[in-house]
């Protein structure tokens, strides 16, 4: 299979095409990646030295863009599509929700077209739990009957663009999923977003800025038990059907701090509450029982053994961490491929 991976140098993208390459020997990837600030080809330099130019090649390029789009169709003979490419953090649609709206929903409007015009046979679109808005706490968890009902211009952009799913399939009969999961963490996650911030911090004994009481609620979900349950909808998903994923972690913001600090051995003292997020939703759940029952997805971490191999990944690769600091990253980018 010659699968064309979206946003595969960022975090979720990259840890699924290392998933792809660790566990088959007969799927080609193409990475089509814009390269903002997430994307980091430093996460797949591995794959680029053994497969590149034979089951691996990567495509600089805008999802939003039509030509540059419609030119990689035509030049590689792909089957199936996943698409992670987007803008991901909610504090940065707060402060300019306008990227969003380009990549979120015109990039994905973009990529359903020319897939479709091509004739690609399946195409995955990979949303979040975001979309159905906020749980209070005695709320049952999500399920894919939920209605949508975003709160940040971040949620609302994803929703949008699951909408479109929903209009290709009902419309002109695509086959396409929608995956929709909870919070991940994990290895080559960019350290805006809490565990790999909290981590950075906490490490230079910095104040850890808590929105509002740090009691909202998130399911932390391993990246890898993610990257399954994708494949899975991939190779198993009804068309026009969304799925749930979830790893059976809800914690609060303060619990999933005070893990780390503990691992650390560092005070809780750190602990600095801060003005809160506009809009922060107060609590994700998710069922997931319609991908465990269609698809077999079951996931295979706890929280206590994910967030310990993943604090020992943080602590292994520093020099990760430091690139991405510092934004030695973006120098490496910019050699190969230009400013843009
Ligand atoms: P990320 O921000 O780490 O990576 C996004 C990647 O997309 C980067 O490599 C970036 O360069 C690329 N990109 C951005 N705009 C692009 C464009 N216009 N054209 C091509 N490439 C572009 O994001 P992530 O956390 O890996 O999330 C990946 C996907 O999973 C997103 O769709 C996100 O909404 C979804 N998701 C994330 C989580 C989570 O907890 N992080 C949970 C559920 C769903
Ligand atoms: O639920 C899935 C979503 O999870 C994905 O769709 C998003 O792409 C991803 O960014 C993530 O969104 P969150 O807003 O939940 O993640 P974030 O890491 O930004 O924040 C997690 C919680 O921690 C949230 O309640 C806000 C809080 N927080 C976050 C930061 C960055 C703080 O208290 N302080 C902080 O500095």
Request: charged share 20%.
């Amino acid at each position: 299979m010659n699968l064309l991976v979206t946003g595969g140098c960022g975090f979720i993208g990259s840890n699924y095409i290392h998933y792809i390459f660790n566990t088959f020997s007969d799927i080609t990837v193409i990475n089509i990646d814009k390269l903002t600030y997430a994307g980091n080809l430093l996460n797949l330099q591995a794959i680029e030295k053994k497969y590149g130019g034979t089951r691996y090649f990567f495509e600089h390029a805008d999802i939003a863009n039509a030509d540059a789009v419609n030119s990689i169709f035509e030049k590689y003979d792909i089957d199936a599509v996943v698409n992670f490419a987007a803008e991901s953090h909610v504090d940065r649609s707060i402060n300019d929700p306008s990227p969003f709206i380009t990549t979120n929903v015109m990039g994905t409007q973009v990529l359903l077209t020319a897939a479709r015009n091509a004739k690609i046979e399946r195409f995955v679109h990979v949303s979040t739990d975001e979309v159905y808005g906020d749980l209070s706490l005695d709320d049952p968890a999500f399920t894919e009957e939920t209605p949508l009902h975003p709160s940040s211009p971040y949620s609302a952009s994803k929703a949008s663009a699951d909408m479109l799913a929903y209009a290709f399939y009902r419309t002109y009969g695509y086959n396409v999923s929608i995956t929709r999961c909870s919070n991940n963490y994990g290895p080559y996650q960019f350290p805006e977003k809490l565990i790999p911030l909290i981590f950075t911090l906490a490490s230079a004994d910095k104040p850890l800025p808590v929105y509002g009481t740090g009691m909202n609620i998130r399911d932390w979900i391993h990246v890898s038990d993610h990257c399954k349950g994708v494949h899975l909808t991939l190779m198993k998903g009804k068309a026009g059907k969304a799925y749930n994923f979830g790893g059976n972690a809800e914690r609060t913001n303060l619990e999933v701090i005070r893990t780390i600090l503990h691992d650390l051995d560092k005070s809780e003292d750190l602990i600095t509450f801060v003005q809160d997020r506009p809009g922060h939703d107060r609590r994700y759940a998710m069922n997931y029982s319609l991908a465990q029952k269609e698809l077999g997805y079951e996931p295979e971490y706890s929280f206590e053994r994910g967030i310990k191999e993943t604090l020992n990944w943080y602590k292994k690769n520093t020099d990760w961490l430091k690139d991405v600091q510092s934004g030695a990253y973006l120098e490496f980018m910019k050699k190969w491929y230009g400013n843009n």
